[in-house]
């Protein structure tokens, strides 16, 4: 999808619990490793504070590096129970109820669904994330690749590049970006409607609409990679398409 | 936008009602004029059955030449007035009160749209067309355009190649063509949501969900070349994106 879209694929390692093998070595995967996991949010801070600074600061140097050969940033992410992290920070910047922004991630039942929305309490209960502060949510109750997220958007936003925000997930990166630099936001474009329901609320604090509805559930950047289509698409329009005025269309007459 | 959805853009004349001088000799324009505009609907059938098969005819034509070049065709509209049309040909084929299937066309006010119903009333009740008969409402209560556009769907699908439908219009002759061959349908595909109030309950006739919802008011094919972009996707991932087999993804434990 990014091939057809034009767009290049980087793939970051920002701290994955496991051991890349092979993988780590082929030179597909950049290593930005903040640490082998986060620590369980339920008990305590999901990572230090410095952590938190290192995964901004490993997102932003990313754009930064890229800058010169990109015009459009897309986010996505691929993790396994990132979207627990991704609703705790929603519901600690939004103040919305916690289950009000938990939604079924990958496919969970009744029962782990309630188990879910306990974890997200019980971390937020324990951790107490300021709201006015986003490094201090990115710290207690979010992720290594969130914070990656974030980064990257706010060096994108600090290149003015424009970036396609896609899924929950990076949706939660966008949160906390846009919790430390508001201004950041103007450089946000919401790519598909994620079927998750914190992401309405997401979209609504960051004041943004999606582009693309079709209930995919893939994440992974998926959706970034069609919005440039339309990107490139509305580009075109500004810059190819004659006005009115200078195609001579005849007005009508009053 | 067709030439950032890598497609080729045909511009036929199916009769419109003025001369085209300079135009109709540079080349740029198809000329398959079925004759000088159709005739007023609220007085007498648009136009003769005999007009209707030529214009089904051009448009099949048209698809069978450009067969050996096209995967996928699109269709869009260019005219004045020609919501009148489609919204009586959605009346006709779904039995739904005129003014639920009536919009607001290019901008006009309340006063006008009251006119707008009535015609279509008066279009309706003078002239009878034959829900079963699609050649029969396309020949009393349809266009030359409409008409070029059902015949390009019949020929795309005669082909099996899936053709893009964009907007009101569109819809309107995807509707004959639905009505003349139900088959047809399935080598539909809907693009862009209409504003227009008709388009809903068309859609609801030929069974499919629009791929774009962006509020645009633009028809013309633009939300076919938009929705190009999203099928190509789909193609790669069809037949480029492995499956979790091939890629030795592990299962989740029991």
Chains 1, 2 share one sequence.
Do not use: W
Request: with cysteine; net charge neutral; proline share 3%.
């Amino acid at each position: 999808m990014a091939r057809q879209a034009g767009a290049a694929v980087r793939v970051v390692d920002m701290g994955i619990a496991a051991d890349l093998g092979e993988l780590a070595a082929s030179g597909k995967i950049l290593s930005r490793r903040i640490g082998p996991g986060t620590q369980n949010m339920a008990r305590g801070p999901a990572m230090s504070r410095d952590q938190a600074v290192a995964a901004l600061e490993a997102g932003i140097d990313i754009a930064r590096r890229a800058a010169s050969a990109v015009d459009v940033f897309g986010t996505g992410d691929m993790g396994i129970g990132n979207t627990t992290p991704s609703s705790t920070i929603v519901a600690a910047l939004s103040g919305a109820p916690v289950a009000e922004v938990t939604g079924h991630g990958t496919g969970i039942d009744d029962e782990q669904f309630a188990r879910k929305v306990g974890v997200i309490e019980e971390s937020l209960r324990i951790n107490r994330p300021d709201a006015k502060d986003g490094l201090d949510v990115l710290a207690k109750v979010g992720g290594f690749e969130i914070g990656g997220i974030a980064g990257l958007i706010l060096g994108a936003a600090s290149l003015k590049r424009p970036v396609v925000v896609d899924g929950f997930i990076s949706t939660a990166g966008a949160l906390i970006a846009h919790a430390l630099c508001p201004t950041a936001g103007q450089y946000m474009i919401a790519a598909h409607r994620s079927v998750e329901k914190g992401h309405r609320i997401a979209l609504k604090i960051l004041g943004k609409q999606p582009l693309i509805d079709l209930d995919l559930r893939l994440g992974e950047g998926t959706g970034a990679a069609l919005a440039m289509n339309f990107l490139e698409a509305a580009v075109r329009v500004l810059t190819e398409v004659a006005t009115f005025d200078e195609a001579m269309v005849s007005k009508a007459h009053a």
